[in-house]
């Protein structure tokens, strides 16, 4: 640690970034339980649930899915060519104009347009801002210092996501998203005028190549890397595996995300205060494990026995929602945020392990498309069956039964875990020639 602290260089770098991108988790976390409020009373006044808000939530989630796969990969390289402070001033300025508009009304016709600039804002934003500043730690750190610093910054995104929802709770309804917008043009106007930029210009031919031209070519290089990372994953056992894990449990997973807050408002009648109180559970929950618990417990039992315990701690999670019998019981649900938060660390090791250093980026980047696969397929299930379930027209009373089927896709990707190896060999590539193209940068 006394290391960092006399590489001034390093530290000022990195708070140049940290600062500023904790200031727009915040602005971002904020917003996040009182949207709940704001769209279903915009699109369903007097009710405490809204057929209407859960389906656009569901369409929403699943139009980005679909473009985050190619945009996500296209920004990353962009970076490198184009620098890292371009793309990020423009990754963290798209979510100030959705936000505008609920400042100047948050009637019906607004809250529309609010989802049309906010899909927008996600598809441009969502992963690609993680992935670009961590492109930007691996440009100011030293090897033997990388890992340390994205620790940081995943704890400081914790630490944000508590610090937005402290904010939530005490803040009145009407000056949060003031209080959100004011942060975010900061966070711009901070990068704008003290990030220094990391990435040497690009040679001279590629600078004479048209923006969409140079766009589309990346997109093309892509697509041949995406097909070379399946046939390797595909001849490996335990790489099988580990994209059967990731699929299923982001199906169950990321499904319950999407309709989690509109259930809890409409079995419950919670409003942000509550939302505010249940996501800074998670979020504590989430440095613990992150800063401490990962860190101890890791080399004495291995990344195979976390992801199984932080899979059957997700499987609780999901049915304690979604049998909820009582106000209180949501509570208990949240505090397994503090293991479930270990799957997708421990999810990374594996693949990490199982991979040869030339096929690192590749096999990430795959599993990581099987992910957003699974993200955008999930609301087409879960959004009608929770609609369903909190309508008078339930075929029995368990409001929470979408919920208790998603913690079914998240057993079978516990099972899948169990059949891992303990110690997945690394995989030797067969065709080490063809992987001469930069590697994917995932999320």
Known sequence: MMGWWKNKREVRLLVHLLLPLCFHWIAEEMTKSVLVDVTTDALCPGHSTCEEAIYLNGLQQTVVGIFKMVVLPVLGQLSDDYGRKP?????????????????????????????????????????????????YVADVIDDNKRTTGLCWMMGLFSASHVLGNVLARFLPEDSIFVVSITLLIFCSLYMALFLPETVTSAPIGDQRLPFLKKAFKIVEQRYNSMRRAAIIVISSPALKCISLISFFYELGMSGIDSVLLYYLKAAFGFDKNQFSEILMVVGVGSIISQLLVLPSINPIVGEKVILCAALLSSVAYALLYGLAWAAWVPY???SFGVVNILVKPATYALISKASSSSDQGKTQGFVAGVQAISSLL????????????????????????????????????????????????????????????????SS
Do not use: H
Request: charged share 10%; aromatic share 12%; net charge positive.
């Open 87 to 135: 793309l990020l001033l423009i990754t963290v300025s798209t979510t100030i104009f959705p936000f505008s508009l609920l400042i100047i009304s948050k009637s019906k016709s607004f809250v529309y347009a609010y989802y049309v600039l906010r899909t927008i804002s996600f598809i441009i934003s969502q992963g690609s801002i993680f992935c670009i500043a961590a492109a």
């Open 332 to 334: 208990l649900a949240a």
């Open 378 to 441: 999930s609301p087409l299930a879960m959004t009608p069956l929770t609609n369903l379930f909190l309508s008078r027209n339930a075929p029995f009373n368990c409001k929470g039964f979408s919920l208790v089927c998603a913690s079914i896709s998240v057993a079978i990707s516990l099972i899948f875990a169990w059949m891992l190896k303990r110690n997945p060999s690394n995989q030797t590539s067969e065709n080490d020639e063809e992987n001469i193209e930069a590697p994917l940068l």
